[in-house]
């Protein structure tokens, strides 16, 4: 009964090994015919291992069975057979980081034959332990054999035992070096990494610098494909949208836009995706440089905290935009989740002196544009498709100034325009100069030369590129051209050099090219003086707003909230003076200029403006109500019309009090908004048909 247990289990536990190592080493080594895989490299170690242990049953099994575990003939082939396969194996997994194709022919070759030399042993455990009682066995006792004591003695011969474990041992040493040397060279995959489809190890490994608006990577100067490694944080975050306005950004890389990147047609990219912890919401991105559904949406739906990895081939060169596409799809893109990707064709582009990345975009808020404060996002306005900023590169103000873009008389430029929407589409011009090429569509081929403006639907990119010939100050707008003045879609190239008059004779004015802000402004009416008193709307009331779908003009509820909240409390003068500086930015510069110098036979200055300083009523009515015809600054005449402002009480007695305290201008008082209200109830200082009568 002993005896006949002790078979069972031996052959039970052996066969058990024998078929596991065959199957993980089929497994291990065939799909190395299609694409190499690291994790194989776990299934062969095992197999290395489960491999030692059969060669310790070759010297124990006799000592239970009473018979040696093999003939002499089939020990020496199922010892050379599994040894060979797995130094093959072995050969394989150091060769194939190098060399894909070669290394997966002998690690497909090493595999059959580890997992033959696997199966002969099960065969031959089976007719062992069954002994004589077993036709196939007692036709090998039947052969002349050597005896008993010699098998026993060729077995656990101390020489051979010792050289068998050294051979095994060089082997496993191989095998773990192997792996190791692999594991430095590939990323470990993580659970979340699983079924990211793999990318061909045998190209060149590059991690992918990206670059921050208005920078641009540099181009690619290699003439191969490589295969990219590229990781992007998704944040949420609360950053400036205009001077005393700010917005939680949800964004690509922490900036709005998102970074560019610049890849080459043919490389291969490894994407990883990070959703920052302190997220309230999963992200995505969706590449439109990406062949496959949704152009990676699918596969990098990342929950906070979270990283997912997918790859792909850049098989088209262009300008791609990229953008979160995480429902609902609007939002996360209204909220600034977009940026550009370059696939340079193979050939590269024409060299320029300068590059640069432009992104329209919009935002939707619940303030009206300019109001103060963090500004949540309006679905209902962005339903309508009525946005309160239409900016670029993620806010008002981010190419003017200090951040304008730079070149010298004579250079060359080229800049790549996206359009992330999410609703409007775009009419690129840059003011005072001619696109010389236009790559339409971010397509590779210039289709246009000597261009004015050109369209970038929503989602899509434009490639334009120019030739500086005199200096100057040139201004890049949405042509549609509210926006640009009123709304914030304005930048600037600041082009340094010597004249050519020949091409422009030096006269310009940059000042009409400031912004004006999104306030309403009314051209007053001359009015009959006998007519009923303020039958203009008060423009810090809901009634002038004319709400619609739960919003207004302007400012809705929100001003409603902030009218009475100014009536119950005066604003000290700091206040009114920050606030004023706003307001003046954003409404007043583009006529009256930054310093309040004003244009000279046009806009009367508000710098040590007597008319200005004399009469703080009269200039609250002039701001509320507007002015036409002719007055007297300074000892000079002007005639012209000045719009009314449909701006809050507040909003006027902040932008009065800070211009009558600047520029000059030295007034120890500040209006107040109940000042600004009692000139409205009175109805005085409204335009006159041959000037101010007051």
């Avoid at 992200?283 to 990895?309: C, E, M, R, Y």
């Avoid at 806010?395 to 060359?412: F, I, Q």
């Avoid at 996206?418 to 397509?443: A, C, K, Q, W, Y």
Wanted: proline share 6%.
């Amino acid at each position: 009964m002993m005896d006949w247990f002790v078979r069972a289990f031996l052959k039970a536990s052996l066969t058990w090994l024998g078929l596991g190592v065959t199957l993980g080493l089929a497994m291990a080594a065939m799909p190395a015919w299609i694409i190499y895989r690291p994790a194989h490299l776990h299934l062969n170690l095992l197999g290395f291992v489960a491999m030692m242990i059969f060669g310790v049953a070759y010297h124990v099994v006799p000592r239970f069975t009473g018979h040696p575990l093999f003939s002499t003939r089939l020990a020496g082939m199922h010892w050379w057979v599994s040894n060979s396969g797995l130094l093959l194996l072995v050969t394989g997994f150091a060769v194939t980081p190098h060399a894909h194709s070669q290394g997966a022919w002998i690690l497909a070759i090493g595999g059959l034959l580890s997992a033959a030399g696997a199966y002969a042993f099960i065969l031959n455990i089976w007719r062992t332990i069954d002994g004589p009682g077993v036709p196939a066995a007692r036709a090998v006792a039947a052969r002349p054999s050597l005896p008993m004591a010699e098998a026993r003695e060729m077995s656990a011969s101390p020489r051979a035992l010792v050289q068998r474990i050294a051979v095994l041992t060089l082997l496993g040493v191989a095998t773990v070096g192997a792996q190791q040397q692999q594991q430095q060279q590939t990323p470990t995959p993580t659970a979340a990494m699983v079924h990211a489809s793999p990318v061909n190890r045998a190209l060149p490994v590059e991690t992918l610098t990206v670059a921050y608006a208005p920078n641009v990577p540099p181009p690619i100067t290699r003439k191969t494909s490589a295969r990219l490694v590229v990781r992007l944080e998704t944040r949420e975050l609360r950053k400036r949208l205009a001077d005393g306005v700010e917005y939680t950004f949800w964004t690509f890389g922490g900036s709005v836009p998102g970074p560019m990147i610049r890849i080459r047609e043919g490389d291969e990219v490894e994407f990883h995706l990070d959703n920052h912890p302190s997220s309230q919401m999963p992200h995505n991105i969706d590449l439109h440089a990406v062949t496959g559904p949704g152009g990676g949406a699918a596969s990098s739906f990342t929950a906070p905290g979270h990283t997912s990895q997918f790859s792909f081939t850049a098989l088209n060169a262009g300008l791609y935009v990229y953008h979160c596409a995480t429902a609902p799809v609007g939002m996360h893109i209204a909220n600034g989740m977009y940026g550009l990707v370059l696939v340079e064709p193979k050939d590269g582009l024409t060299p320029v002196d300068h590059e640069y990345y432009v992104l329209q975009s919009e935002f939707y808020t619940a303030g009206g544009h300019g109001d103060a404060g963090l500004q949540p996002f309006s679905m209902l306005k962005a339903l309508d498709e009525k946005p309160d900023y239409v900016v670029f590169n993620g806010s008002v103000g981010a190419l003017v100034g200090d951040n304008a873009l730079h070149a010298k008389v004579g250079e060359t430029m080229r800049l790549f325009v996206g359009n992330g929407g999410p609703n409007l589409v775009s009419s690129f011009h840059v003011i005072g100069e001619i696109f010389d090429r236009i790559f339409t569509e971010g397509g590779t081929i210039a289709n246009q030369n000597n261009g004015q403006t050109t369209l970038i639907p929503a989602g899509g990119s434009a490639i334009v590129e120019m030739k500086f010939d005199v200096p100057g100050t040139y201004v890049l707008v949405d042509h549609s051209i509210f926006r640009a003045f009123n709304k914030g879609a304005l930048g600037m190239i600041k082009v340094d050099g010597p004249e050519n008059l020949a091409v422009y004779s030096g006269k310009q004015g940059d000042f009409v090219y400031l912004p004006e802000g999104s306030t309403i402004l009314e051209v007053p009416a001359p009015v009959n003086t006998a007519a009923a008193p303020n039958t203009a709307p008060n423009a810090g009331t809901s009634a002038a707003r004319k709400p619609g779908r739960g919003t207004t003009t302007r400012n809705g509820v929100h001003m409603v909230a902030t009218a009475a909240t100014a009536a119950a409390r005066e604003p000290s003068r700091t206040e009114l003076m920050t606030r004023g500086r706003i307001v003046f930015t954003n409404n007043c510069v583009a006529c009256h200029q930054a310093a309040g110098q004003g244009v000279p036979g046009a806009f009367p200055p508000l710098a040590r403006s007597d008319f200005l300083l004399a009469k703080a009523d009269r200039a609250i009515g002039t701001v509320m109500h507007g002015l036409s015809g002719q007055i007297t600054v300074n000892g000079k005449t002007y005639n012209n019309v000045m719009p009314a402002m449909r701006i809050t009480d507040a909003d006027i007695a902040a932008v009065l009090t800070y211009v009558r305290n600047s520029f000059g201008n030295a007034t120890a008082d500040f209006v107040k908004v109940a000042d600004v209200k009692r000139v409205r109830a009175s109805g005085k200082f409204r335009p006159q048909a041959q000037g101010d009568a007051h």
